[in-house]
């Protein structure tokens, strides 16, 4: 539950990426502090201060720049930062991004342009990239005083010519930016780090939300999934002119919403990964609507590229319950159909147990009867013991994980179903099943339907 002690997570430093130069090399505290004695005052101390100055110190000793933010605005940690950067490189390069710009451009070098959605006081994403890589940035920001900070760190390292810093007044937050912008300025990619959270009160309460921040970098209305869900509309009219959208993720059950929108697009292809950081854990998503993409070297967060060759995961959507659809009116009632299926095929010998659930606090809030927002549950079918009689045994056949979760805007419901040990070919001869008695499009469900609605 949100606010409770939970158990350490081990150090996931090593699992940074390649090219992130703290990955090996982690910062010698000692070693900075001799040299700037500002950061020194600050090593034996656990002071909020610390993060914060171990940033301006760092950017200042590795790659010269000159940065600082007010006390009361998010402080970003540098290593993740680099994380997502390295992340966007190995995007456009699985793109093929220069051969194809160079088409359209007379110039034979073509810089890469990015848009810093929310780029926050810190601007350090466009400060990075283009000191790093020399990209050119639009960079967002809708809170005036965290706009005035971002232009300021800009100037003070002469990066004007390289980043172009935009104050928004709307939530469109790819379109209003882009409004004066010449129509036929094609941009490689955009990046995000979204407020995670739906309110303050969530957020106060999140173990890992103890920096602090504007209310623009904590909250948002909806949380994560429905801002970068404005991105995800917004980025079906700028299909022709961005090349890849992206975002930082807070929360993997968000990671899942979000793919299951952008399966009800016209998008080509997508890109997840996860980011390491201390005992921090974030993920990210990319979309892209063009063709001229390599496939996905890299396994997907969710699992759906471990074994590319064999079936692995399914998923399915159960519809809003109407007049006209025979679907379910709450993940309890998707769950309750499951049971159904277990309790009536006894032949399978099937078991299924609730392993994780989370409550729909916005419910709760409100006063209303609190439903499920997500919910998991382990599916395994028992081995026979091949007598006369056919007894169960304790012997596991197949098994595998079912999570229930709600889809934004009272869209019905998605199953996930994913394989994890035993028969994988009986495992999916049952989900098959499993998934027409969940659904109920199949004509018997319709008929049973029409004669519930004439009994009425």
Same mark, same amino acid.
């Given at each position: 539950?949100?606010?409770?002690?939970?158990?350490?997570?081990?150090?996931?430093?090593?699992? /940074?990426?390649?090219?992130?130069?703290?990955?090996?090399?982690?910062?010698?505290?000692?070693?900075?502090?001799?040299?700037?004695?500002?950061?020194?005052?600050?090593?034996?101390?656990?002071?909020?201060?610390?993060?914060?100055?171990?940033?301006?110190?760092?950017?200042?000793?590795?790659?010269?720049?000159?940065?600082?933010?007010?006390?009361?605005?998010?402080?970003?940690?540098?290593?993740?930062?680099?994380?997502?950067?390295?992340? &966007?490189?190995?995007?456009?390069?699985?793109?093929?991004?220069?051969?194809?710009?160079?088409?359209?451009?007379?110039?034979?070098?073509?810089?890469?342009?990015?848009?810093?959605?929310?780029?926050?006081?810190?601007?350090?994403?466009?400060?990075?990239?283009?000191?790093?890589?020399?990209?050119?940035?639009?960079?967002?920001?809708?809170?005036?005083?965290?706009?005035?900070?971002?232009?300021?760190?800009?100037?003070?390292?002469?990066?004007?010519?390289?980043?172009?810093?935009?104050?928004?007044?709307?939530?469109?937050?790819?379109?209003?930016?882009?409004?004066?912008?010449?129509?036929?300025?094609?941009?490689?990619?955009?990046?995000?780090?979204?407020?995670?959270?739906?309110?303050?009160?969530?957020?106060?309460?999140?173990?890992?939300?103890?920096?602090?921040?504007?209310?623009?970098?904590?909250?948002?209305?909806?949380?994560?999934?429905?801002?970068?869900?404005?991105?995800?509309?917004?980025?079906?009219?700028?299909?022709?002119?961005?090349?890849?959208?992206?975002?930082?993720?807070?929360?993997?059950?968000?990671?899942?919403?979000?793919?299951?929108?952008?399966?009800?697009?016209?998008?080509?292809?997508?890109?997840?990964?996860?980011?390491?950081?201390?005992?921090?854990?974030?993920?990210?998503?990319?979309?892209?609507?063009?063709?001229?993409?390599?496939?996905?070297?890299?396994?997907?967060?969710?699992?759906?590229?471990?074994? /590319?060759?064999?079936?692995?995961?399914?998923?399915?959507?159960?519809?809003?319950?109407?007049?006209?659809?025979?679907?379910?009116?709450?993940?309890?009632?998707?769950?309750?159909? &499951?049971?159904?299926?277990?309790?009536?095929?006894?032949?399978?010998?099937?078991?299924?147990?609730?392993?994780?659930?989370?409550?729909?606090?916005?419910?709760?809030?409100?006063?209303?009867?609190?439903?499920?927002?997500?919910?998991?549950?382990?599916?395994?079918?028992?081995?026979?013991?091949?007598?006369?009689?056919?007894?169960?045994?304790?012997?596991?056949?197949?098994?595998?994980?079912?999570?229930?979760?709600?889809?934004?805007?009272?869209?019905?419901?998605?199953?996930?179903?994913?394989?994890?040990?035993?028969?994988?070919?009986?495992?999916?001869?049952?989900?098959?099943?499993?998934?027409?008695?969940?659904?109920?499009?199949?004509?018997?469900?319709?008929?049973?339907?029409?004669?519930?609605?004439?009994?009425?």
């Amino acid at each position: 539950m949100r606010g409770e002690h939970r158990r350490p997570t081990p150090h996931l430093g090593a699992l /940074a990426h390649d090219r992130n130069r703290y990955k090996d090399n982690p910062p010698d505290f000692y070693a900075l502090g001799e040299q700037y004695p500002e950061f020194k005052q600050y090593i034996q101390t656990e002071s909020s201060m610390l993060s914060r100055e171990l940033t301006k110190t760092l950017l200042l000793h590795d790659f010269g720049l000159r940065w600082d933010i007010p006390i009361n605005r998010l402080c970003p940690p540098l290593p993740n930062r680099l994380n997502y950067l390295h992340w &966007i490189e190995d995007l456009l390069a699985q793109a093929n991004w220069n051969g194809k710009r160079q088409t359209h451009q007379k110039s034979t070098e073509v810089a890469v342009s990015g848009i810093d959605v929310g780029t926050g006081a810190n601007c350090i994403y466009a400060l990075l990239g283009a000191t790093m890589n020399k990209w050119k940035f639009i960079a967002t920001e809708i809170d005036p005083v965290s706009y005035e900070c971002a232009k300021e760190n800009i100037t003070s390292n002469q990066l004007e010519t390289l980043i172009s810093i935009k104050q928004t007044h709307t939530n469109k937050l790819l379109l209003e930016p882009l409004e004066d912008e010449p129509p036929e300025r094609k941009f490689d990619f955009v990046m995000c780090n979204p407020p995670f959270f739906d309110n303050m009160k969530e957020a106060d309460t999140n173990p890992e939300s103890s920096c602090m921040g504007s209310t623009n970098e904590m909250m948002f209305p909806g949380g994560e999934v429905a801002f970068i869900g404005n991105m995800i509309s917004e980025s079906e009219m700028l299909q022709n002119r961005i090349l890849w959208f992206t975002s930082m993720v807070g929360k993997k059950s968000s990671l899942r919403k979000l793919l299951a929108l952008l399966r009800g697009k016209q998008v080509k292809s997508t890109r997840t990964t996860e980011f390491f950081q201390g005992r921090t854990k974030r993920w990210g998503i990319a979309w892209t609507f063009s063709t001229d993409v390599m496939d996905d070297p890299t396994p997907k967060v969710l699992g759906k590229r471990k074994e /590319a060759h064999r079936r692995q995961e399914l998923s399915f959507q159960v519809p809003v319950k109407t007049q006209d659809a025979n679907g379910c009116a709450s993940i309890q009632e998707v769950l309750q159909r &499951i049971c159904e299926f277990v309790e009536i095929k006894e032949d399978l010998q099937l078991s299924m147990d609730i392993t994780e659930q989370q409550e729909d606090q916005k419910e709760v809030e409100d006063g209303r009867e609190g439903g499920q927002d997500w919910l998991m549950c382990r599916l395994v079918q028992y081995k026979k013991s091949g007598k006369v009689c056919d007894s169960i045994t304790t012997e596991v056949q197949c098994a595998g994980r079912v999570e229930i979760f709600a889809l934004d805007n009272s869209e019905g419901f998605e199953v996930l179903i994913v394989f994890e040990e035993g028969d994988r070919a009986s495992f999916w001869t049952m989900v098959d099943m499993l998934q027409s008695a969940t659904v109920r499009t199949a004509r018997q469900w319709r008929r049973k339907l029409q004669r519930q609605q004439q009994e009425q």
